[in-house]
Protein backbone atom coordinates (compact mmCIF):
# COMPACT_ATOMS: atom_id res chain seq x y z
CA UNK A 1 0.00 0.00 0.00
CA UNK A 2 2.93 2.21 0.66
CA UNK A 3 4.52 1.35 -2.47
CA UNK A 4 1.30 2.53 -4.26
CA UNK A 5 0.66 6.05 -2.48
CA UNK A 6 4.12 7.06 -3.38
CA UNK A 7 4.42 6.48 -6.57
CA UNK A 8 0.82 8.05 -7.21
CA UNK A 9 2.41 10.88 -4.68
CA UNK A 10 5.29 10.92 -7.63
CA UNK A 11 3.36 10.88 -10.50
CA UNK A 12 0.66 13.60 -9.56
CA UNK A 13 3.18 15.95 -8.69
CA UNK A 14 4.54 15.75 -12.16
CA UNK A 15 0.82 16.08 -13.71
CA UNK A 16 -0.22 18.40 -11.14
CA UNK A 17 3.14 20.65 -12.60
CA UNK A 18 1.89 20.27 -16.36
CA UNK A 19 -1.53 21.45 -15.23
CA UNK A 20 -0.34 24.46 -13.54
CA UNK A 21 0.86 25.19 -17.22
CA UNK A 22 -2.47 24.81 -18.65
CA UNK A 23 -4.05 27.16 -16.20
CA UNK A 24 -2.10 30.20 -15.06
CA UNK A 25 -0.78 32.22 -17.25
CA UNK A 26 3.16 31.92 -18.46
CA UNK A 27 4.29 34.80 -16.52
CA UNK A 28 2.73 33.67 -13.03
CA UNK A 29 4.32 30.17 -14.18
CA UNK A 30 8.04 31.56 -14.40
CA UNK A 31 7.37 33.48 -10.81
CA UNK A 32 5.92 29.85 -9.46
CA UNK A 33 8.76 27.76 -10.67
CA UNK A 34 11.28 30.68 -9.45
CA UNK A 35 9.71 30.40 -5.68
CA UNK A 36 8.95 26.61 -5.68
CA UNK A 37 12.90 26.38 -6.82
CA UNK A 38 13.80 28.78 -4.16
CA UNK A 39 12.21 26.37 -1.74
CA UNK A 40 13.38 22.96 -3.10
CA UNK A 41 16.96 24.69 -3.33
CA UNK A 42 16.64 24.71 0.51
CA UNK A 43 15.34 22.05 1.67
CA UNK A 44 17.75 19.78 -0.67
CA UNK A 45 20.21 21.31 0.38
CA UNK A 46 19.79 21.15 4.39
CA UNK A 47 18.77 17.63 4.00
CA UNK A 48 22.21 16.79 2.16
CA UNK A 49 23.82 18.24 5.10
CA UNK A 50 21.78 18.01 8.01
CA UNK A 51 20.56 14.02 7.06
CA UNK A 52 21.99 12.48 4.21
CA UNK A 53 26.16 13.28 4.16
CA UNK A 54 25.94 12.61 7.48
CA UNK A 55 24.51 9.09 8.27
CA UNK A 56 26.32 8.14 4.71
CA UNK A 57 29.65 8.64 6.57
CA UNK A 58 28.57 7.50 10.01
CA UNK A 59 27.25 4.39 8.56
CA UNK A 60 28.52 3.43 5.37
CA UNK A 61 31.66 1.69 4.52
CA UNK A 62 32.09 3.23 1.50
CA UNK A 63 34.26 6.29 -0.09
CA UNK A 64 31.56 8.20 0.59
CA UNK A 65 33.11 11.25 -0.44
CA UNK A 66 34.28 10.25 -4.15
CA UNK A 67 30.16 8.81 -4.99
CA UNK A 68 28.57 12.02 -3.97
CA UNK A 69 31.81 13.80 -6.20
CA UNK A 70 30.41 11.15 -8.79
CA UNK A 71 26.89 12.48 -8.49
CA UNK A 72 27.85 16.14 -8.70
CA UNK A 73 29.73 15.76 -11.80
CA UNK A 74 26.75 13.26 -13.45
CA UNK A 75 24.51 15.99 -12.62
CA UNK A 76 26.86 18.65 -14.75
CA UNK A 77 27.18 16.36 -17.60
CA UNK A 78 23.72 15.97 -17.26
CA UNK A 79 22.78 19.30 -17.24
CA UNK A 80 24.97 19.94 -20.32
CA UNK A 81 22.15 18.09 -22.41
CA UNK A 82 19.19 19.33 -20.46
CA UNK A 83 20.56 22.99 -20.48
CA UNK A 84 19.24 23.15 -16.90
CA UNK A 85 15.48 22.62 -17.11
CA UNK A 86 16.51 20.73 -13.49
CA UNK A 87 16.71 24.08 -11.94
CA UNK A 88 13.90 26.12 -14.00
CA UNK A 89 15.49 27.01 -17.16
CA UNK A 90 13.29 27.36 -20.04
CA UNK A 91 15.40 28.86 -23.16
CA UNK A 92 13.63 27.75 -26.83
CA UNK A 93 12.67 29.54 -29.76
CA UNK A 94 9.16 29.56 -30.07
CA UNK A 95 8.28 26.81 -32.20
CA UNK A 96 11.73 25.01 -31.91
CA UNK A 97 12.49 21.30 -31.56
CA UNK A 98 12.80 19.89 -28.55
CA UNK A 99 15.99 18.04 -28.61
CA UNK A 100 15.77 14.24 -27.19
CA UNK A 101 19.02 14.56 -25.37
CA UNK A 102 16.95 16.75 -23.25
CA UNK A 103 14.42 14.41 -22.59
CA UNK A 104 16.74 11.37 -22.10
CA UNK A 105 18.93 13.83 -19.32
CA UNK A 106 15.93 14.37 -18.02
CA UNK A 107 14.79 10.77 -17.58
CA UNK A 108 18.01 9.30 -16.23
CA UNK A 109 18.04 12.34 -13.72
CA UNK A 110 14.60 11.65 -12.24
CA UNK A 111 15.62 7.70 -12.70
CA UNK A 112 18.54 7.44 -10.38
CA UNK A 113 16.45 9.37 -7.61
CA UNK A 114 14.06 6.40 -7.44
CA UNK A 115 16.31 3.83 -6.86
CA UNK A 116 17.39 4.59 -3.25
CA UNK A 117 14.06 5.67 -2.48
CA UNK A 118 12.56 2.12 -3.66
CA UNK A 119 15.65 0.46 -1.75
CA UNK A 120 14.39 2.18 1.78
CA UNK A 121 10.48 1.14 1.27
CA UNK A 122 11.45 -2.43 0.71
CA UNK A 123 13.38 -2.16 4.02
CA UNK A 124 17.16 -2.43 2.57
CA UNK A 125 19.47 -1.24 4.88
CA UNK A 126 20.76 2.48 3.43
CA UNK A 127 22.40 4.91 5.57
CA UNK A 128 19.20 6.57 6.10
CA UNK A 129 17.50 4.22 7.61
CA UNK A 130 19.56 3.73 10.84
CA UNK A 131 17.97 6.15 12.68
CA UNK A 132 14.80 6.88 10.63
CA UNK A 133 12.81 3.86 9.70
CA UNK A 134 9.86 6.23 8.76
CA UNK A 135 12.52 8.78 6.97
CA UNK A 136 10.03 10.94 4.76
CA UNK A 137 12.97 13.23 3.57
CA UNK A 138 14.29 11.82 0.46
CA UNK A 139 10.54 11.38 -1.16
CA UNK A 140 9.48 14.70 0.01
CA UNK A 141 13.09 16.34 -1.48
CA UNK A 142 11.83 14.40 -5.08
CA UNK A 143 8.69 15.93 -4.71
CA UNK A 144 9.38 19.16 -3.89
CA UNK A 145 11.52 19.66 -7.18
CA UNK A 146 9.33 17.71 -9.38
CA UNK A 147 6.70 20.18 -9.92
CA UNK A 148 8.62 23.13 -10.64
CA UNK A 149 10.62 21.21 -12.87
CA UNK A 150 7.51 19.72 -14.72
CA UNK A 151 6.58 23.11 -14.78
CA UNK A 152 9.38 23.96 -16.70
CA UNK A 153 9.12 21.04 -19.03
CA UNK A 154 5.48 21.73 -19.63
CA UNK A 155 6.39 25.30 -20.29
CA UNK A 156 9.02 24.38 -22.72
CA UNK A 157 6.77 21.85 -24.81
CA UNK A 158 3.98 24.58 -25.07
CA UNK A 159 6.29 27.54 -26.69
CA UNK A 160 8.12 24.70 -28.74
CA UNK A 161 4.54 24.17 -29.93
CA UNK A 162 4.28 20.83 -29.42
CA UNK A 163 0.56 19.30 -29.57
CA UNK A 164 -0.99 18.46 -26.67
CA UNK A 165 -1.20 14.91 -27.19
CA UNK A 166 2.25 14.97 -27.81
CA UNK A 167 3.00 17.08 -24.40
CA UNK A 168 1.41 15.17 -21.98
CA UNK A 169 3.21 11.92 -23.46
CA UNK A 170 5.80 13.19 -23.08
CA UNK A 171 5.03 14.70 -19.60
CA UNK A 172 3.99 11.23 -18.93
CA UNK A 173 7.33 9.59 -19.74
CA UNK A 174 8.98 11.69 -17.24
CA UNK A 175 6.25 11.38 -14.67
CA UNK A 176 7.09 7.38 -14.53
CA UNK A 177 10.71 7.28 -14.81
CA UNK A 178 10.95 7.89 -11.00
CA UNK A 179 7.73 5.25 -10.40
CA UNK A 180 9.75 2.74 -12.41
CA UNK A 181 12.89 3.05 -10.77
CA UNK A 182 11.56 2.87 -7.51
CA UNK A 183 10.25 -0.35 -8.48
CA UNK A 184 13.27 -1.56 -9.22
CA UNK A 185 14.82 -0.70 -6.02
CA UNK A 186 11.99 -1.75 -4.01
CA UNK A 187 12.08 -5.32 -5.98
CA UNK A 188 15.96 -5.72 -5.59
CA UNK A 189 16.15 -6.11 -2.03
CA UNK A 190 17.57 -9.66 -2.78
CA UNK A 191 20.94 -8.30 -4.76
CA UNK A 192 24.10 -8.16 -2.95
CA UNK A 193 24.66 -4.23 -3.52
CA UNK A 194 25.40 -1.14 -1.19
CA UNK A 195 22.43 0.99 -2.49
CA UNK A 196 24.20 3.71 -0.44
CA UNK A 197 26.33 4.00 -3.58
CA UNK A 198 23.28 5.10 -5.52
CA UNK A 199 22.21 6.97 -2.38
CA UNK A 200 25.57 8.86 -2.38
CA UNK A 201 25.28 9.90 -6.18
CA UNK A 202 22.20 11.14 -5.64
CA UNK A 203 22.94 13.40 -2.58
CA UNK A 204 25.58 14.76 -5.31
CA UNK A 205 23.34 15.71 -7.58
CA UNK A 206 20.99 17.30 -4.98
CA UNK A 207 24.30 19.54 -3.90
CA UNK A 208 24.39 21.02 -7.84
CA UNK A 209 20.77 21.23 -8.50
CA UNK A 210 20.25 23.02 -4.79
CA UNK A 211 23.44 25.29 -5.07
CA UNK A 212 22.26 26.09 -8.69
CA UNK A 213 19.20 26.69 -8.15
CA UNK A 214 20.17 28.83 -4.84
CA UNK A 215 22.96 30.77 -6.93
CA UNK A 216 20.53 31.22 -9.53
CA UNK A 217 17.14 32.35 -8.06
CA UNK A 218 19.08 35.61 -7.52
CA UNK A 219 18.82 38.55 -9.69
CA UNK A 220 21.65 40.80 -10.32
CA UNK A 221 23.21 38.95 -7.33
CA UNK A 222 21.08 40.31 -4.76
CA UNK A 223 17.82 38.23 -3.23
CA UNK A 224 14.42 39.42 -3.26
CA UNK A 225 13.23 39.19 0.36
CA UNK A 226 10.40 36.91 -0.88
CA UNK A 227 12.72 34.25 -2.43
CA UNK A 228 15.31 34.61 0.77
CA UNK A 229 12.36 33.69 3.01
CA UNK A 230 11.11 30.86 0.89
CA UNK A 231 14.59 29.37 0.60
CA UNK A 232 15.07 29.74 4.79
CA UNK A 233 11.36 28.16 4.38
CA UNK A 234 12.93 25.04 2.63
CA UNK A 235 15.76 24.81 5.02
CA UNK A 236 13.68 25.46 8.11
CA UNK A 237 11.06 22.59 6.91
CA UNK A 238 14.40 19.85 6.16
CA UNK A 239 15.57 20.90 9.97
CA UNK A 240 12.03 20.20 11.71
CA UNK A 241 11.00 16.94 9.61
CA UNK A 242 15.09 15.54 10.78
Known amino acids: MELLLVNIALIGSVLFGGMLVALVHRTKNEQIIKLMLAFSGGFLLSIAFIHFIPELYEHSHLNVGVYILIGFLIQLILEFFSGGIEHGHV ?40 HHSDDNSLLLGILFHRIPVAIALMTLLTVSKASRLKSWLI ?8 PIALIMGYSSQSIDFDFDIILAIVV ?19 FNLLKLMTILGGCALAFFIH
Request: charged share 10%.
Open 171 to 178: LSIFAITT
Open 204 to 222: GMFLHISTTIIFETSENHK
Open 91 to 130: HTQEGAKIPIALIIALGAHSFLEGVPLGSQLAGVEIATSH
